[in-house]
Nanobody
Framework: QVQLVESGGGSVQAGGSLRLSCAASGYTYNRSPSTYCMNWFRQAPGKEREGVAVIYIGGGSTVYSDSVKGRFTISQDNTKNTLFLQMSSLKPEDTAVYYC??????????????????WGQGIQVTVSS
């Protein structure tokens, strides 16, 4: 089992920055964190959930969606237990509920939802113009 808890959301004006955090825990995760990929997904009102960033915990490789590339940075802390999403140059279209997700990927990092993803509860990010 894997437990994920997001924090750091809130409201910001366009052009501003926010940093989201996701604390990962659980027996399965703690045994072998380096086999996991950690994702950030988001879902805006009336839209489907989309993957915005992913990091392979074992190797540190990252992938970003075109909509956030160059503005968002995904990273992990040295313990591999906390995931971050640094969001800069925020736009109103970044307004969404952001979800942290984890799955064992063995290096195959992608932005797709998989049936074996573990999910956090989601956190609201609102960007006003």
């Amino acid at each position: 089992q894997v437990q994920l808890v997001e924090s750091g959301g809130g409201s910001v004006q366009a052009g501003g920055s926010l940093r989201l955090s996701c604390a990962a825990s659980g027996y399965t995760y703690n045994r072998s964190p380096s086999t996991y990929c950690m994702n950030w997904f988001r879902q805006a009102p009336g839209k489907e959930r989309e993957g915005v960033a992913v990091i392979y915990i074992g190797g540190g490789s990252t992938v970003y969606s075109d909509s956030v590339k160059g503005r968002f940075t995904i990273s992990q802390d040295n313990t591999k237990n906390t995931l971050f999403l640094q969001m800069s140059s925020l736009k109103p279209e970044d307004t969404a509920v952001y979800y942290c997700a984890a799955r064992r990927c063995f290096g195959g990092a992608d932005l797709i939802e998989h049936s074996d993803h573990y999910w956090g509860q989601g956190i609201q990010v609102t960007v006003s113009s």
